[in-house]
Nanobody, 114 residues
């Protein structure tokens, strides 16, 4: 059974930074694409960033140039570095392993105050 545990969320002011981490259990981390998604109240969950097994990344237009996804296979961990945060980045952030349906973490809250 795969478990994903996110951490690093919190309250930050506009323009600030946060680094989210997602640690995976098991031995299949390095074999799977990883992604970060977010869901704001009243909105659908959306893809924020993804990184393939080979390290190819892609980002939602709304976060390009501000967020960076990376992975460390030796630690079974994927990161999301978030800079220049905006109020519209406020959401619960979830990491996901693999493609649909995939495995999901429980989420971590990010709140950006203006």
């Amino acid at each position: 059974q795969v478990q994903l545990v996110e951490s690093g969320g919190g309250l930050v002011q506009v323009g600030g930074s946060l680094r989210l981490s997602c640690a995976a259990s098991g031995s299949i981390f390095r074999l799977n694409d990883m992604s970060w998604h977010r869901q704001a109240p009243g909105k659908q969950r959306e893809l924020v960033a993804a990184i393939s097994v080979s390290g190819i990344t892609n980002y939602a237009d709304s976060v390009k140039g501000r967020f960076t996804i990376s992975r460390e296979n030796g630690k079974n961990t994927v990161y999301l570095q978030m800079n220049s945060l905006k109020p519209e980045d406020t959401a619960a952030y979830y990491c996901k392993m693999g493609r649909n349906p995939g495995y999901w973490g429980q989420g971590t809250q990010v709140t950006v105050s203006s």
